[in-house]
């Protein structure tokens, strides 16, 4: 900034130059504008962290949505044999005594984790909503199993739709135990982050 100076020429010598006032700081003199700067930091730190750490958290559901996006129809032994390895290894990621869960009490376990308030409040995912009334313990679940462990039997294509579209629904709102105040994941994120 240049410093003012006054005229040097003999017409204007006389004339009493106005005082230039100090020019205005950018940066807030007052404490207050301070304070709420730092409040404003900590929260923003505060909220970025809770983010992060629930993102993380849910991670283990992004990698089962992930693989259940790999199955193929087109198989469906080996896709319901798929399906139950995955939710397997959610079940055991939440509570390791789960490994031990097999035939109507993994089932049982399965649905007494999908909250029943939930069923109906996923929005904008027509075959999520479709099978509102569905249950791993109904007959579906029971082929599903039965399906795991022998090669007679199969399940139908609609039948196989109905088991991943559930078993999407499950990923996505399941409760965990591990995490007091976490939120399921976004419906609209399919997994591919």
Not at 34 to 43: E, N, Q, T
Not at 77 to 86: D, F, K, M, N, V
């Amino acid at each position: 900034m240049s410093i003012h100076t006054p005229p040097s020429t003999y017409i204007l010598r006389d004339i009493v130059d106005v005082a230039v006032p100090e020019s205005v700081a950018w940066w807030p003199q007052t404490i207050g504008w301070k304070v709420l700067a730092f409040m404003i930091l900590v929260g923003c730190l505060v909220w970025g962290y809770h983010r992060i750490k629930l993102w993380w958290q849910n991670r283990y559901r992004r990698e089962a949505l992930q693989a259940l996006a790999t199955l193929d129809l087109g198989l469906p032994r080996e896709s319901a044999t798929s399906l139950l390895t995955i939710l397997k290894a959610v079940l055991v990621y939440l509570e390791p005594q789960n490994s031990a869960l097999f035939g109507d009490a993994l089932l049982q376990k399965l649905d007494s984790l999908l909250p029943s308030a939930t069923l109906s409040s996923v929005k904008g995912d027509a075959e999520v909503k479709s099978d509102a009334d569905f249950q791993y313990q109904g007959e579906i679940g029971k082929k599903w199993l039965a399906v795991s462990l022998s090669s007679q039997r199969s399940l139908t294509e609609p039948e196989l739709v109905t088991l991943i579209a559930h078993t999407r629904k499950w990923l996505l709102l399941h409760r965990n135990a591990k995490l007091d105040n976490a939120k399921p994941i976004s419906v609209t994120n399919k997994g591919a982050q």
